[in-house]
């Protein structure tokens, strides 16, 4: 993917979800809450935090407290309606730290693209798999804002798709399907972490 990608004004804003209360992560073995734990040198928020700053797009970080995903979402979708996302959201979970921030940038061009005929949703693939960030155009936002419990925005996603509004958007990055749910996620993406690190030398 190329890092020299050409947008038109109007970006869409990456709501970078850190609401949810680590259960499975403790319940693996962790010791900590999973966004706290270490990355390299630094922890797996501020890694998901430094590819969305890297990538360009305005963003938003929503902890909330929130009862589940949906209100999550919500509650970043109005906290970002106007001049911050006039070319709609993109919905990324803090504990996916392996996303590349060229994969933002592709997906946020995607959105454009797409969106610009009304409804639209652009989801990454990697090898056949569903990732994030799940974008969505500006005319998702009164779905969006009336979210609400654990589901998240899936059914937003499965009723665009009916209607073809869906876009898939092939990757090559585990960073958009890597999420670090449980102590040995964690160890994959140290892994991954550590190959990159080394290939970048």
Known sequence: MSSHITFSKDLPCVL????????RFLASGGSTHKLAATLGNSTVLDATLAAV???????????GPHPGMGDSIAAAVRATQGA???GG???LPADLPLVLPATLQAVAHTLQQAGSGGLAVVQPLYQG????????SQAAADALMGLSGDQGASAIVQQVRAVGGWHALA??????????????????????WRERQLASR
């Open 171 to 192: 990757v090559d990055d585990v960073g958009v399907v890597l999420d670090v749910d449980t102590v040995t996620a964690l160890e994959q993406a140290r892994k991954i």
């Open 129 to 136: 798999q569903k990732g994030h960030p799940v974008a969505f």
């Open 89 to 91: 959201w993109m919905i």
């Open 16 to 23: 970078i979800l850190a609401a949810g209360r680590g259960e």
């Open 84 to 86: 911050k996302a006039r």
């Open 53 to 63: 700053q890297a990538s360009g797009l305005p963003w938003h970080l929503e902890r």
